[in-house]
């Protein structure tokens, strides 16, 4: 099944201690995206990647890393969380040129919670 | 700078009634623009794109570009409508920018 699929789905941590959410797709899509939902705000961009190697901020990246080693995996790092960063975060994929045509494919969500 | 505005943050209607789910950009390319839904639970999902134009669950939407405009219709709204939509606007990047959602509730 083609699918995007991030880990973990629920993450309590604390102020400052590191932390990787995992996002991985199956379709070999080029293009990868981060995405946090907060209440009021909708979803913001925070990092993307247009292929492996390439990365590049989004709206808002302050606070987060990313790597893309491989075209099938696209890791959220925050080095030192903090409050402000509880959110619920999506990963999304598509074909990219074909965004317009098929859409982006979104991940289920990772509700952190910073403490 | 690409901009998308959802002014209706919460909107109820009856069911059987018709639903607007207004969305206004600002975009200096030529626009793709889009429908995700967010039903309970469940992750974003493509609803409709102008491109298309199509209607999906009975849904329609039409690009105006003179009023830079893609409202969400439906004549007769269901209870399995609710949900929240959110327009989203394609760049060239191929980077999709979302407005800030509306909560739909369809009352029984």
């Known amino acids: 099944e083609a699918q995007v699929t991030q880990n973990p789905r629920y993450l309590i941590t604390v102020t400052g201690k590191k932390l990787t959410v995992t996002c991985s797709q199956n379709?070999?899509?080029?293009?990868m995206s981060w995405y946090r939902q907060d209440p009021g705000l909708g979803l913001r961009q925070i990092y993307y990647?247009?292929?492996?190697?390439?990365?590049d901020k989004g709206d808002v990246p302050e606070g987060y890393k990313v790597s893309r080693k491989e075209k099938r995996n696209f890791p959220l790092i925050l080095e030192s969380p903090s409050p402000n960063q509880t959110s619920l975060y999506f990963c999304a994929s598509s074909l990219s040129g074909s965004a317009g045509i098929a859409g982006y494919t979104f991940g289920s969500g990772t509700r952190l919670t910073v403490v | 700078a690409q901009r998308v505005t959802q002014p209706e943050k919460l909107l109820s209607v009856f069911k059987g009634a018709p639903v607007e789910l207004k969305c206004n950009y600002s975009y200096s390319g030529s626009p793709e623009l889009f429908w995700y839904v967010q039903y309970s639970r469940q992750r974003l999902q493509l609803l409709l794109r102008h491109i298309s134009r199509e209607s999906i669950k009975g849904f329609t939407a039409d690009l105006n570009k003179g009023e830079t405009s893609f409202h969400l219709k439906k004549p007769f709204a269901q209870e399995e409508d609710s949900a929240m939509y959110y327009c989203a606007l394609l760049t060239g990047a191929n980077n999709l920018f979302f407005g800030t959602g509306t909560r739909l509730t369809v009352i029984p």
């Open positions: 990647s247009m292929n492996v190697e390439v990365t």
């Open positions: 379709m070999n899509h080029e293009y």
